[in-house]
């Protein structure tokens, strides 16, 4: 059972990440941080580490709010096709 700390952690997640604006939030994350791609890099086992920590706290944030990852995935895709959420090499956000 949760403490009280903790449901309230995961209620100012569940609230902020379930609107609109979050949902696009947390499928730009997602792209960014290699849940939906690999996170491995070849001959390189430490980056390849770093890569799995970036992606782990995204997975952590959608198990605490329960947004499946094919939510993500289209929301994603709709970013792509709108031509928004895009990042440039420096990771700034450019709507």
């Known amino acids: 059972m949760l403490g009280l700390k903790a449901r309230q952690r995961k209620a100012l997640y569940r609230d902020f990440f379930k609107t609109d604006d979050g949902k696009k939030v947390l499928a730009d994350l997602a792209r960014r941080h290699f849940v939906f791609t690999t996170t491995h890099v070849p001959r390189d086992s430490d980056y390849s580490a770093f890569n799995e920590g970036r992606r782990t706290v995204i997975l952590d944030i959608?198990?605490?709010?329960?947004?499946?990852?094919?939510?993500?995935?289209?929301?994603?895709?709709?970013a792509d096709d709108d031509?928004?959420?895009?990042?440039?090499?420096?990771g700034d956000w450019n709507p």
Do not use: C
């Open 83 to 90: 031509g928004i959420s895009r990042t440039d090499n420096g």
């Open 62 to 78: 959608m198990s605490l709010v329960n947004i499946p990852i094919e939510d993500l995935e289209k929301l994603g895709r709709k």
